[in-house]
Antibody, heavy 120, light 108 residues
Framework: EVQLVESGGGLVQPGGSLRLSCAASGFTFSTYAMHWVRQAPGKGLEYVSAISSNGGSTYYANSVKGRFTISRDNSKNTLYLQMGSLRAADMAVYYC?????????????WGQGTLVTVSS | SYVLTQPPSVSVAPGKTARITCGGNNIGSKSVHWYQQKPGQAPVLVVYDDSDRPSGIPERFSGSNSGNTATLTMSRVEAGDEADYYCQVWDSSSDHWVFGGGTKLTVL
């Protein structure tokens, strides 16, 4: 059974940093592109970042480029999102999602999300 | 950047057909994917590549895409279909995924 479990969310002050993790199981993690998508309270889905299966290619929404870094450790079946210079607008539930062999393949499995709260 | 436009809400009576549109410039040239999200839950892929269904998704869910509009159609709507629905495309010009703003489906 495919499982994606996010962790690392919490309360952080504006300007602070946080690292999210997504532990994957039930599939060959190293052969899938992975993604982060966020959802602000009461709002719609927003693509955040994507990474190719081998980690060689990364993609970022303009709203987070230069502040967030996506990475993966295929030996640990884990996806990461390092978030810096956090703003109130970054407050959201962050989901990790499984893509396909290519980054441009839709997301067939999602985690349950981890909440990031940015507040002083 | 590429923009997808969805109606904020659609209402339908049980047993009837609901249609949710997703507008975008020449969207017919792209592959459109649709997600269902119920309150407090993660999104679920219900249609991919315009009209294909993942395993486990009822045949009542179908999709089409042409010109500047893609459509998610749900026939014989049930109370359990009440959810938010999002369209999605890959914008190859910017190498970004793009989501529509979402449509809240209400079953009357």
């Amino acid at each position: 059974e495919v499982q994606l479990v996010e962790s690392g969310g919490g309360l952080v002050q504006p300007g602070g940093s946080l690292r999210l993790s997504c532990a994957a199981s039930g599939f060959t993690f190293s052969t899938y592109a992975m993604h982060w998508v966020r959802q602000a309270p009461g709002k719609g889905l927003e693509y955040v970042s994507a990474i190719s299966s081998n980690g060689g290619s990364t993609y970022y929404a303009n709203s987070v480029k230069g502040r967030f870094t996506i990475s993966r450790d295929n030996s640990k079946n884990t996806l990461y999102l390092q978030m810096g210079s956090l703003r109130a607008a970054d407050m959201a539930v962050y989901y990790c999602a499984r893509g396909g062999i290519a980054v441009a393949v839709p997301f067939d499995y999602w985690g349950q999300g981890t909440l990031v709260t940015v507040s002083s | 950047s590429y923009v997808l436009t969805q109606p904020p809400s659609v209402s339908v009576a049980p047993g009837k057909t609901a249609r949710i549109t997703c507008g975008g410039n020449n969207i017919g040239s792209k592959s459109v994917h649709w997600y269902q999200q119920k309150p407090g839950q993660a999104p679920v892929l219900v249609v991919y590549d315009d009209s294909d269904r993942p395993s486990g998704i009822p045949e009542r869910f179908s999709g089409s895409n042409s010109g500047n509009t893609a459509t998610l159609t749900m026939s014989r709507v049930e109370a359990g279909d009440e959810a938010d629905y999002y369209c999605q495309v890959w914008d190859s010009s910017s190498d970004h995924w793009v989501f529509g703003g979402g449509t809240k489906l209400t079953v009357l």
